[in-house]
């Protein structure tokens, strides 16, 4: 990511060097239009390793551009990304079930085999926890060809730094207690399937005890809606059709690096009832990394 970081930014600072060249041309020949108005949206994806527990989002954008001169354009735009819990993606890491062993009233202990011990853990069906970001950025627009008024097709950069509000919905659901029988080989010990427990390898069988836990906001203060402010930025190439015209059309790709926020990631704790009983569970905070493809429009005036 940090050379990814430095790569653009030197591309950045090369296609600055090239629009303060492009000044004194352009004092001599303007564009007729140079300001836009444009709007955009597409698909959103997390990026990278263990960054919650989300499905595939949206993201949508609205904003203003000026034309400094035929390669450097910079104006405001807003922009909201929203980002929806999916229960099947908590499923799929594992993270659904937290799982110990021995008395379930005591969480950390360990305790020797008997005739029949039991492990037991909970079963998680959670709601809620979508994530969203409403922004507010300054747009930094760099061509790498000189637009001119006939231009067909425009490819470029650009850079968005942004301060953000991001939301986070309640999240709710249950626990639901299980425990499963353990029995010992003739030798006193436990049969080598015996730690094979979270997910019913084998012949082994979940039973259900009658005991549900409510799980939600009033229980751990973790689990509340939260609003928060932060920052981060965008950035990334795109291409353009007929980019001095009236209408003009734009495709582009968005790296986003929002600093840290909190949001739902099962995978970030161990699946073990200390994990479950942990206040902050499933909750984390850290920079959240986003791809944004986006298809827009732009009136140009």
Do not use: H
């Amino acid at each position: 990511m940090k050379k990814l970081l430095c790569f653009l930014s030197l591309l950045l600072i090369g296609v600055t060097a090239s629009a303060q060249d492009e000044g004194t041309i352009v004092k001599r020949e303007r564009i007729d239009k140079n300001k836009g108005l444009f709007i955009g949206l597409g698909p959103s994806f997390t990026f990278g390793k263990n960054i919650g527990d989300y499905k595939t989002g949206f993201n949508v954008e609205l904003g203003f551009l000026k034309r400094v001169n035929r390669v450097l354009s910079i104006g405001p735009s807003v922009s909201y990304l929203s980002f929806q819990y999916d229960p099947e993606v908590t499923t799929a890491k594992g993270g659904d079930a937290y799982v110990g062993y021995g008395d379930p009233n005591d969480w950390g202990s360990k305790y020797p085999l008997n005739d029949l011990a039991y492990d037991y853990g909970y079963v998680l069906e959670l709601e809620g926890g979508d994530l969203s970001l409403t922004s507010l950025a300054v747009n930094i627009k760099l061509n790498f060809v000189p637009v001119k008024d006939n231009s067909v097709i425009s490819v470029y950069a650009f850079a968005k730094p942004f301060v953000s509000l991001a939301s986070r919905k309640e999240v709710s659901g249950r626990g639901e207690r299980y425990t499963y029988e353990i029995y010992e080989d003739n030798q006193g010990t436990s049969t080598e399937n015996d730690d094979i427990l979270y997910y019913n390898q084998d012949d082994g069988t979940w039973y259900a005890d009658g005991y549900t836990e409510t799980w939600d906001g009033e229980s751990y203060e973790a689990l509340k809606s939260d609003t928060e402010v932060t920052g981060g930025i965008f950035i990334g190439p795109g291409i353009e059709l007929f980019p001095a015209r009236k209408f003009s059309f734009y495709t582009q790709a968005t790296f986003g690096y929002t600093f840290p926020v909190t949001f739902v990631s099962t995978e970030s704790y161990d699946n073990t009832i200390s994990s479950y009983v942990n206040k902050e569970f499933p909750m984390t905070k850290k920079g959240f990394p986003s791809v944004n493809v986006q298809l827009g429009m732009s009136f140009n005036f």
